[in-house]
């Protein structure tokens, strides 16, 4: 059955006319009754009973019409609600982002993709870097925000800026008036680490080893929210990329360039295949929205 055929047959079984039919549908009787014959002959039998004065259902066709009014109806709810997905009336979407990047840069940039496309609904998955890739590859997620992967595979990559790494210090210590720290000086203090597989410690540790410094240790934390306030308690101190500064700060600590070496790494969006309009729509939100933080500069 295809839908021009179903249209055709409830558009004579309601007026019982063929010309009242052609009207409706603006067709002319030949196609018509061409639709009506290719109709029957896929179900194998007659529908219509038409005379030269009347047209009545058969039993069968008696017995298609409800069918068919719930077919065509939802035939086309399922094309509005397509027509308003691409044209971002009505939508759904899941992104994925790393917790430094969800809980500092995120929010401004839903809001201003709020206030485009207010019917589109956005479900966030705050989840550590690795997680934000597994669930872009498993196609959870649409689009979703980390420091650039070592190796893409099949995802696409696109950086927003270039984040580098801050020192985080008690805003009541000593190397809270410095300007600006090395590391040498900083890891005469406690550390205070994220705890793997934090893609943020791998970073530390990996940059680091390659200029033959240790990262020692003093305490470990998943939480950035915890880190920060650790070090504000004054239990040592931390590093973290630079769009945490405000988040950082607001917890008491005091953030400060960190250099001897400089670490930094690209973020940006990381993408499966082809994205619906809604991702399409987000991912140029992000793209004009996403100022680098404080520290930070363009990719």
Same mark, same amino acid.
């Given at each position: ?66 069918? &068919? ?21 009505? =939508? ?9 990047? &969800? ?19 956005? !479900? ?33 990559? !696109? ?16 190397? &809270? ?30 940059q680091l080893r390659r200029r033959g410094i240790t990262l020692p240790c003093a305490f470990e934390s998943h939480q950035l929210a915890t880190v920060g306030r650790m070090v504000a308690s004054g239990l040592g ?14 917890? =008491? ?47």
């Amino acid at each position: 059955m295809t839908v021009k055929q179903l249209r055709a047959f409830l558009a004579v079984a309601q007026t019982l006319s063929f010309t009242q039919a052609c009207e409706r549908l603006h067709l002319s009787q030949p196609a018509l009754s061409l639709a009506i014959k290719g109709l029957e002959e896929t179900l194998g039998g007659r529908l219509l009973i038409r005379s030269t004065r009347s047209v009545r259902l058969t039993p069968e066709g008696e017995s298609l019409v409800p069918l &068919a009014k719930r077919l065509l109806a939802e035939w086309d709810n399922t094309e509005e609600l397509l027509r308003q997905r691409f044209t971002l009336q009505l =939508g759904r979407l899941a992104v994925a982002a790393m917790p430094s990047f &969800a809980s500092n840069l995120l929010p401004p940039a839903l809001m201003a993709f709020r206030r485009r496309h207010p019917r589109v609904n956005v !479900t966030v998955h705050d989840v550590i870097n690795e997680q934000v890739i597994d669930m872009v590859r498993n196609r959870q997620v649409e689009l979703g925000i980390v420091f650039e992967p070592e190796a893409t595979g099949s995802l696409g990559f !696109t950086p927003l800026f270039i984040d580098r790494f801050v020192a985080v210090v008690p805003s009541d210590s000593l190397l &809270a008036g410095h300007e600006r720290l090395d590391w040498a000086t900083l890891l005469t203090h406690d550390f205070i680490a994220l705890q793997r597989p934090s893609m943020v410690r791998r970073l530390l540790e990996q940059q680091l080893r390659r200029r033959g410094i240790t990262l020692p240790c003093a305490f470990e934390s998943h939480q950035l929210a915890t880190v920060g306030r650790m070090v504000a308690s004054g239990l040592g101190v931390s590093a973290v990329p630079s769009l945490c500064r405000r988040q950082m700060e607001a917890l =008491g600590a005091r953030c400060l360039p960190l250099e001897e070496p400089v670490i930094e790494r690209a973020v940006g969006m990381i993408t499966h295949g082809e994205l619906s309009a809604a991702a399409l729509a987000l991912r140029q939100v992000l793209v004009e929205t996403i100022a680098p933080p404080v520290g930070s500069r363009p990719a």
